[in-house]
């Protein structure tokens, strides 16, 4: 069974201060992993894709990496708007439905 | 353009009554995926659509869930007979086809349900 588990369950960090959110995760066969942030109320809306291990994906002040284990999503030099839960999901090699984490609940403070 | 549209966003019904959700996917994604979200947790994965064929059930919970998109376009997930435990947040996600791009998903804003 595909599991995915990510930590810390929450996070508060200052404004420009850096930090790294992790997603271990156990799959059949990796498709591909995923980052989505989802802001209260709203949908999760996505981010990056990692197709293999020593894949990286930027976009603006985050930066996803992967190895076969696990993954993170370090976030240089946050702002508050920056604030959000931020998702990772797993999918399967033959499968769609995408496998996800609880989420880490991140608050920059300014 | 337009994203993953829902409605309605809000629904509350009585134990033992029907409902039936909405989800009008991307202009031009002809995958549909619906997925049940607990407060505090990550979607879970209830069924897929390629087209108008329903290719993956795996995640329904029981058979008072079914769903249908009979033209390939717009989706209904209907719960019979609900009861209290089938309160959540239920999200529709579309993408495009296989080999026409990445396989990310992307998802609507939700209908939540409540079930009294």
């Known amino acids: 069974e595909d599991q995915v588990t990510q930590s810390p369950e929450a996070l508060r960090l200052q404004e420009g201060e850096s930090s790294s959110l992790n997603c271990s995760y156990t799959v059949s066969g990796l498709r591909g992993l995923f980052w989505y942030r989802q802001d209260p109320g709203k949908g999760p809306e996505f981010l990056f894709t990692l197709y293999s291990a020593g894949e990286e994906k930027e976009k603006e002040r985050l930066k996803a990496t992967l190895t076969k284990k696990e993954s993170f999503l370090h976030i240089t030099a946050p702002k508050p708007e920056d604030s959000a839960t931020y998702l990772c999901?797993?999918?399967?090699?033959?499968?769609?439905?995408?496998?996800f984490g609880s989420g880490t609940r991140l608050q920059v403070q300014p | 353009g337009a994203g993953v549209s829902q409605s309605p966003r809000y629904k509350v019904t009585k134990r033992g009554q029907d409902v039936a959700l909405r989800c009008d996917p991307i202009?031009?994604?002809?995958?549909l995926y619906w997925y049940r979200q607990a407060l505090g947790q990550g979607p879970e994965f209830l069924t897929y659509f390629n087209y108008e064929a329903q290719q993956d059930k795996s995640g329904l919970p029981n058979d008072r869930f079914s769903a249908e998109r009979p033209e390939g376009s717009i989706s209904t997930l209907t719960i019979q007979r609900t009861e209290q435990r089938d309160s959540a947040m239920y999200r529709c996600?579309?993408?495009?086809?296989w080999g026409q791009g990445g396989y990310e998903q992307y998802f609507g804003p939700g209908t939540r349900l409540t079930v009294t």
């Open positions: 996600a579309s993408s495009v086809a």
């Open positions: 999901a797993v999918q399967a090699t033959g499968r769609r439905a995408l496998t």
């Open positions: 202009s031009g994604h002809v995958s």
